[in-house]
């Protein structure tokens, strides 16, 4: 982009010092307290949605609202209130906040700010301890940080510290935890929730009657008070009441989404980027936004210079899983489906294609919220008898949080089909806290002494694939885990140049030779690492390395047809968007040894923080086609 400075001139904010020993805002206080709020407002409005209209998402809402009691509490740290000076926040998408303040406290030029979410400028969409300047702490995964608020205020005795929660993040099992030992252990920490009755998938009071946070975190003996948001003065009183005391306190605040926002004030949808429509009429009022609304006006999306022979077009396989699903639903009768099947989603239903299913067949649906632990246990306790079985969604990142449930799911011979979406790290401007890599972890059981273990990871390479695996095993028993990407992923090729995959049927368990090393080693890949592997492996080959590629879509079962090709190989390589640490390439060379190989081997995987961007991810932990070729060779 060619700015020269930030449009939104942030040195217009005034300076604001209050007492904590005030009992309400004086009405020249207010009057520069409401023209903070303006303008922090407008320019978090501003950045997030040029990201957007540059195709690189990313969230305003949360950030937007939060903007009113942000800088409330750092008037009180100005004013000398004994409070720890971070804005602790465990909704990492507002990260618009941290980034904000860390240009206010003068560790970023606002020059920055125009640089969200891109590739390798330190700005990714959840903040990263050590990566940002100013930014001192890390977030993202909901229900994490209120505990680790916990041990800061040990650690800090005297002083207040403060977690900016949310009624989303409310819904974790972890902060249910945290509040009983705040309450237990009376920590001075300040949970101020912004409760807007909104998460991705809906509004909580009515998909989830009786959550009321109030009345639950009142109910753990926490003093709880409730107050409007955009209240100010009702505001200032409710927070100073909380920093009176150096015990826990909880202070729910109410507003909707994005208030004052003409057509996304309320919405769902004002949880993600606003649309450039809807942010520049909300800007064009004030004057000094013209030149930030003509940057957003301009703004286009960059897509991927990229090209890789032998493959082609594109497939949305995390979209596909509910159509495919419900091409099987429909072959039952409605009292079949609801006897034998339930769809458990965990506010992510558009991100893992289940919307298709509550949209078709709503009766077996469960939008339950923020909850990926326990939502996947109750999956498992529908499915806990023949004939029936649970569907589960959500983000690969997340598997991790639930690998006890899925230990009790294994134990308990549950049947559950879970989709777990965005995996890797491909299109991942979230960043590190949202990557799905440690995947492998599902299958850590061990064999039944009375039966077989039926545990399955599966990852096909594209859409027909993908269709043909879940169609197959879909009436399997036992515990099956599919994956797919964030970003789209392309058909593979045939040497012929047809799709390979089209009408071909799955076998679960059976590596595919996509082709042949003519005498030569081989790459072993799988999903979206599969089309950058045949484009190198194409390349290598007409510079005269002879290698072949395998794509193994079912990843925890050894293929021996394929392991006897491998085991005569000169070297083998295993490429993937998983942790090189805990992938399939870290176990592969053990079973390939056991066999008698004698070959080199080498694995290659995700080693690296997050740096942002987009399809930039990929290449930044050397999975693009350059290092693929790169490994290879090192190998020869």
């Known amino acids: 982009m060619n700015t020269e400075s930030f449009p939104i001139d942030l040195k217009a904010l005034k300076p604001l010092a209050l007492s904590s ?19 922090c407002r407008d320019a ?15 969230h305003t809402g949360g950030a937007y609202d939060t903007v009113p009691e942000v800088l409330i509490v750092r008037a009180l740290i100005d004013g000398g209130a004994p409070i720890v000076p971070i804005m602790y926040d465990e909704a990492g998408h507002r990260v618009a906040t941290q980034y904000l303040l860390a240009v206010l406290d003068g560790h970023l030029p606002a020059e920055k700010l125009l640089h969200y979410r891109e590739y390798d400028q330190g700005l990714p969409g959840h903040p990263e301890k050590g990566l940002t300047p100013g930014i001192q702490f890390s977030s993202g995964r909901l229900g994490h940080l209120w505990a680790f608020c916990n041990g800061v205020a040990l650690a800090n ?6 977690l900016l929660g949310s009624d989303g993040s409310q819904m974790e099992g972890d902060d249910a935890e945290a509040a009983r030992l705040a309450a237990g252990q009376q920590l001075n920490v300040k949970v101020l929730i912004d409760d807007n009755n909104v998460t991705i998938s809906g509004h909580p009071q009515n998909y989830m009657p009786g959550y009321d946070l109030t009345r639950t975190l009142s109910g753990c003996d926490l003093p709880t008070d409730t107050v409007m948001g955009e209240d100010l003065d009702a505001l200032f009183a409710a927070l100073i009441r909380a920093f009176s005391n150096q015990r826990p306190h909880v202070l729910v605040i109410k507003r909707p989404m994005a208030p004052g926002i003409v057509g996304a004030e309320g919405s769902i949808h004002a949880h993600e980027v606003l649309k450039p429509d809807i942010a520049t009429a909300y800007l064009a009022p004030r004057r000094r936004n013209e030149k930030a609304i003509e940057l957003i006006k301009a703004a286009k999306p960059a897509a991927s210079p990229l090209t890789h022979r032998g493959s082609s077009g594109q497939g949305r396989n995390r979209d596909d899983f509910g159509k495919i699903i419900n091409g099987l639903l429909d072959g039952l009768s409605p009292g079949q489906r609801l006897a034998s099947v339930r769809v458990f989603d965990n506010d992510l239903e558009g991100s893992c294609g289940l919307h298709h ?13 923020i909850m990926e632990r326990g939502n996947f246990s109750a999956a498992a306790g529908f499915g806990g008898a023949p004939g029936r079985q649970g569907i589960y969604g959500t983000f690969s990142a997340f598997l ?20 777990f979406s965005h995996s890797g790290v491909d299109d991942m401007a979230d960043n590190t806290c949202h990557f799905g890599i440690n995947s492998m972890f599902a299958d850590g059981g061990v064999r039944p002494s ?5 545990t399955r990871l599966y990852f096909p390479v594209d859409q027909h694939q993908f269709a043909a695996c879940v ?26 140049g047809q799709p390979l995959y089209q009408g071909k049927a799955f076998e679960p368990g059976k590596d595919d030779i996509v082709r042949d090393a003519g005498g030569g080693g081989y790459v072993m890949a799988f999903g979206e690492i599969v089309y950058r592997a045949l484009d190198a492996v194409i390349r290598l080959n007409e510079a005269g390395v002879k290698v072949g590629l395998i794509n193994k879509p079912t990843l925890n079962v050894y293929d021996e047809a394929t392991m006897k090709l491998l085991v005569a190989a000169p070297f083998v390589l295993v490429a993937e968007g998983w942790n090189v640490k805990t992938g399939l390439g870290s176990r592969f060379g053990t079973e390939l040894l056991k ?20 399809w930039q991810q990929i290449g930044y932990q050397g999975l693009d086609s350059a290092g693929i070729e790169k490994a290879v060779r090192a190998l020869c």
């Open 357 to 369: 299913i509550r949209k078709r067949h709503p009766e077996i649906f469960i939008k339950a919220g």
């Open 471 to 496: 169609k197959r095993i879909y009436s399997d028993e036992g515990l099956r885990f599919v994956f797919s990407t964030r970003a789209t992923v392309p058909d593979i090729l045939d040497e012929k």
């Open 21 to 39: 020993h005030a009992t309400a805002l004086t009405p020249e206080q207010k009057a520069i307290l409401c023209e903070n709020i303006q303008l």
């Open 44 to 58: 978090i409005v501003f950045f997030t949605s040029l990201a957007g209209a540059r195709g690189l998402s990313g």
């Open 400 to 419: 991790e949080m639930c690998i006890s449930e899925i230990t009790m799911a294994r134990l308990n011979f549950a049947n559950v089909l879970a989709h």
């Open 450 to 454: 009375h039966a077989e273990d039926t």
């Open 595 to 614: 066999r008698g190989f004698r070959g080199r081997y080498a694995n290659i995987g995700v080693f690296r923080e997050g740096s942002g961007g987009l």
């Open 157 to 162: 005795p005297g002083k207040s510290v403060v």
